[in-house]
């Protein structure tokens, strides 16, 4: 009989009840804060990690994890697992998925890697779409079917006040943020198929209110959405302000606010926020 285990990677956004609930694994990723190291979601708390960045000198660094970190995971999953499914992260903003294959090749145990070509909540999408079909006793290949379809359902946008820490990480064009420094610029990324591409530019917050005001008339206007999720660095003001809007255009519909991880606040830096939702 077929028993799937289900990984992911610390990028995500999932709730400790849903990580108990779904009996998903998690391998943490690394990262350094003014030469301090820790484990993500093991010595620091995400909430401890955006004051830490705040604070610091310098830009804080994340790192993939090791192939290690991967196989003390593994090692721990019970021998009457058939199959072992890891869901990682985008590689337009790490190289975990790398890593997550490596570990694959190597393994005495079947193991095979997806990248959900996503991160935070739109990749928790894919991951308890698969950890509850896991449950049900489905196979590899139907749970990987069924979350490529949720995948192309997917949508994430997010808004960046702050373009220091997104250009010093390399996760944007030399131009596009060379230009945004000089101007002050605010942006609305959007991430799909793997490509973090920039859908509006230009000066003060109003630029990114604007845009996000389009997306509520996306959602208003889109059927059968099934889940939304609001990730944030460390400012709630217009975060509350999109949890208003939505109670108003789409109140059954559940919704999931929390702090991002700290990958993914290293790149996007102080304000940033993102907004994703996926139908069927």
């Given at each position: 009989?077929?028993?799937?285990?289900?990984?992911?990677?610390?990028?995500?956004?999932?709730?400790?009840?849903?990580?108990?609930?779904?009996?998903?694994?998690?391998?943490?990723?690394?990262?350094?804060?003014?030469?301090?190291?820790?484990?993500?979601?093991?010595?620091?708390?995400?909430?401890?990690?955006?004051?830490?960045?705040?604070?610091?000198?310098?830009?804080?660094?994340?790192?993939?994890?090791?192939?290690?970190?991967?196989?003390?995971?593994?090692?721990?999953?019970?021998?009457?697992?058939?199959?072992?499914?890891?869901?990682?992260?985008t590689p337009a903003i790490s190289g975990t998925i790398n890593a997550a294959r490596?570990?694959?090749?190597?393994?005495?145990?079947?193991?095979?890697?997806?990248d959900t070509e996503f991160t935070d909540r739109a990749q928790a999408f894919q991951?308890?779409?698969?950890?509850?079909?896991?449950?049900?006793?489905?196979?590899?290949?139907?749970?990987?079917?069924?979350?490529?379809?949720?995948?192309?359902?997917?949508?994430?946008?997010?808004?960046?006040?702050?373009?220091?820490?997104?250009?010093?990480?390399?996760?944007?064009?030399?131009?596009?943020?060379?230009?945004?420094?000089?101007?002050?610029?605010?942006?609305?990324?959007?991430?799909?198929?793997?490509?973090?591409?920039?859908?509006?530019?230009?000066?003060?917050?109003?630029?990114?209110?604007?845009?996000?005001?389009?997306?509520?008339?996306?959602?208003?206007?889109?059927?059968?959405?099934?889940?939304?999720?609001?990730?944030?660095?460390?400012?709630?003001?217009?975060?509350?302000?999109?949890?208003?809007?939505?109670?108003?255009?789409?109140?059954?519909?559940?919704?999931?606010?929390?702090?991002?991880?700290?990958?993914?606040?290293?790149?996007?830096?102080?304000?940033?926020?993102?907004i994703e939702f996926y139908t069927e």
């Open positions: 009989m077929t028993k799937v285990k289900i990984l992911t990677d610390s990028s995500v956004q999932l709730t400790p009840e849903e990580i108990e609930k779904y009996d998903i694994g998690m391998v943490p990723l690394t990262i350094s804060i003014d030469d301090k190291t820790y484990t993500d979601g093991v010595d620091i708390t995400r909430e401890e990690f955006v004051r830490e960045m705040d604070a610091s000198k310098d830009l804080p660094k994340t790192s993939q994890p090791s192939i290690g970190t991967f196989m003390k995971v593994i090692d721990k999953i019970p021998d009457d697992y058939t199959d072992i499914l890891s869901l990682n992260m490596q570990v694959a090749q190597m393994s005495e145990r079947h193991m095979e890697v997806v991951v308890i779409k698969a950890a509850k079909m896991a449950q049900e006793g489905k196979s590899i290949d139907e749970i990987k079917q069924a979350i490529s379809v949720l995948r192309e359902h997917t949508y994430l946008y997010m808004g960046v006040t702050s373009i220091e820490n997104i250009l010093r990480g390399g996760r944007l064009s030399r131009f596009a943020g060379t230009l945004s420094t000089l101007l002050n610029i605010n942006l609305v990324l959007t991430l799909k198929n793997n490509s973090l591409d920039i859908a509006k530019r230009g000066r003060g917050r109003k630029t990114i209110e604007k845009y996000m005001d389009n997306v509520m008339e996306e959602i208003k206007g889109l059927k059968n959405i099934k889940s939304i999720g609001i990730s944030y660095v460390d400012k709630m003001d217009y975060v509350n302000e999109l949890k208003e809007k939505l109670a108003q255009i789409v109140p059954d519909v559940p919704l999931l606010i929390r702090v991002t991880s700290p990958v993914i606040a290293t790149h996007a830096g102080s304000g940033a926020f993102a």
